[in-house]
């Protein structure tokens, strides 16, 4: 089974917009979040754990090019809880990779539901 697709929301300002399906993380894969060729690109990220019995991390890959971020982003998210963060295109997409170009990665286990807010 290949990374789970996780199709975004792009938001447009004043303009109201349905909150998007969040999807589980594919443990093996990880899950991929498309971004339009913008280096300057924001996107938020709703990150939810389903197990009610612990906390899982998730980590957000850094990206291959230019503007790269230094290291992979990793955060706990407790049992049962919710985290958002908002990312930049140009730190955490890829643009090189074959497999991940157009694309931000993100692993963690099954148990970890992601939605994803291309920002204005």
Do not use: C, W
């Not at 706990?76 to 643009?95: D, M, P, Q, W």
């Amino acid at each position: 089974m290949g990374a789970t697709a996780i199709t975004p929301t792009a938001l447009t300002l004043n303009t109201m917009a349905d909150f998007p399906t969040a999807a589980a993380v594919d443990a093996t894969a990880g899950a991929m979040i498309p971004f339009t060729a913008k280096d300057d690109g924001k996107i938020l990220l709703y990150l939810v754990n389903s197990d009610s019995s612990n906390a899982e991390n998730v980590t957000i890959k850094k990206g291959d090019g230019v503007q790269a971020a230094a290291a992979d982003y990793t955060v706990s998210v407790a049992a049962s809880g919710v985290k958002i963060l908002v990312v930049e295109t140009g730190k955490y997409g890829f643009v090189k990779d074959a497999t991940y170009k157009g694309h931000i990665r993100v692993t963690g286990t099954a148990d970890v539901d992601v939605a994803a807010v291309i920002l204005p």
